[in-house]
């Protein structure tokens, strides 16, 4: 078998997979996004990865993390193509690859949360497409010369013919779906309880400091959801129930309609690093979420609210931060916007001082009043604990790490967090030398993070800086150095620093 003729039988079965995967997608478009093949089969991987892995893949692409994943699982895909191209020109078995792998992407998006009947189709009819056209480009291909150029227009023909039909399917089901028009719809309301202005001076105004409130689209995106779900507000609907006295459902007129508050919130991912940057700080516009609760009535025995995002993702809430006075809400708008899709439109939950794995649920429509001993949320059985209070915490942004500066007065700078507990010092200490007080900026709230400046007389050589935080309950942050799992990372956020 000539050299040229497997690289045809091969060019076959990539061109005849992505015709496959993009007719899948148009199928998908029709029944669901997150019913199309590779986001069916990543589901599954993200649901199944363990808690290592998990940080791994956060701690090195950061909120890339989803572009990493899928760029790989196309890459599997078009690989396996290619060797069910080879393996048909050689029998049958290459046919019945394609559907082996339809059927298990077919088997994933019907054991999806969110599935529904239909949810198995578009991996089955892209595996029968992709199975039918990769032996017609065999059969037509074994009849010509092995350089024939009409073969290779041909697959060429085929892929792209393949690329665009994945092309409509994705515009398919974003056009179909309406999540984008109903969020265009909304005008947000004026909250019954609105923020007040910022102070004055809670920025430091150092080059290089991000701004107090994070923009929309600078704001990290974590989660496990592959494919971004697209919900319509005007069908949104959040159901409360388990120990409770009786059921209640809360629609979207009733939310908008309710005692909404405006509050500036910090939010943290659990897998951030010590000094990394998945945090940020928006003004938010919700519902509380408290007197929903004690509407439904709370029975004693119940100590957590498991809620449900529409993809089937579970987070568990200890009770006691719902119902404690803190600005526990179900929002619907960021930084004078409504919420962006990626962050959770129409509605997500923020409970302030818990990491986000225990608490900010996206896309949520399920509260179950419950207890720990009775339900585990997605990441507890998977190493993670089932509780997430946020740790105090603080880093350095400016000078960044292996900076060359001057030698003189040199500004370091950056934040300092402790959501609920606030902050009340920051000190630095130049190569493990005698802590020292750095200048705090103003305050804003207890649940927001803070920023810190401090004027370091640096001399020439090379140097190292850390910082610590103490928080409003007059702990100091620790040195210990733990990774994000199982409840957080700790230690000292440090930078080197060249002097010149």
Known sequence: MKNNQLLIAAGAGLASGVLALGLAEVVAGLVSPSAAPIIALGDVVVDNVPAWLKTFAVSTFGTHDKVALLTVAYLIAAALSALAGVLALKGRLGTWLVLALGALAALAAATRPEASALSAL????????????????????????????????????????????????????????????????????????????????????????????TPNADFYRIDTALSVPLLKAEDWELRIHGLVDSEVTLTW??????????????????????????????????????????????????????????????????????????????????NGEPLPLEHGFPVRMIVPGLYGYVSATKWVVDLEVTRFDAVE???????????????????????????????????????????????????????????????????????????WY?????????????????DGDGMTQTGDEAPPAPDGATGWHEINVSVR
């Open 122 to 213: 578009p991996s089955l009819i892209g595996a029968a497409a992709g199975m039918f056209v990769l032996d017609r480009l065999i059969r037509t291909n074994r009849s010509r010369p092995p350089d024939d150029r009409r073969a290779v227009l041909g697959l060429g023909v085929v892929l792209g013919v393949g690329i665009a039909t994945g092309g409509i399917g994705n515009w398919l089901g974003a056009r179909l779906r309406g999540a984008t028009a109903s969020r265009e719809a909304i005008k947000l309301p004026v909250p019954a309880d609105p923020a007040p202005a910022l102070p004055s001076g809670v920025e430091v105004g150092v080059d290089g400091m991000e701004p107090f409130l």
């Open 377 to 451: 949320a997605y990441w507890t059985p998977r190493g993670w604990s089932e509780r997430g209070p946020v740790k105090t915490g603080s880093r350095i942004d400016v000078p960044s790490n292996g900076t060359t500066v001057d030698a003189g007065k040199v500004a370091v700078a950056g934040i300092a967090w402790a959501q609920h507990r606030g902050i009340t010092a920051v000190e630095v200490r130049v190569n493990e030398g005698a802590w020292q007080p750095a200048t705090l900026a103003a305050e804003d709230s207890v649940d927001t993070w803070r920023q």
């Open 253 to 334: 007129a009733q939310l908008v309609a309710g005692d909404l508050i405006e509050r500036d919130l910090t939010l943290m991912c659990v897998s951030n690093e010590v000094g990394g940057d998945l945090t940020g700080n928006a003004r938010w516009i919700g519902l509380p979420v408290a007197p929903l609760l004690e509407r439904a009535g709370v029975r004693p025995a119940a100590d957590m609210v498991l809620s449900t995002s529409s993809d089937g993702w579970t987070a568990s809430t200890p009770l006691e931060t719902l119902t404690d006075g803190r600005d526990a809400i179900l929002a619907i708008g960021m």
């Open 454 to 470: 401090f004027a370091w007389e640096a001399s020439s050589g090379e140097h190292r800086l850390q910082v610590r935080a103490t």
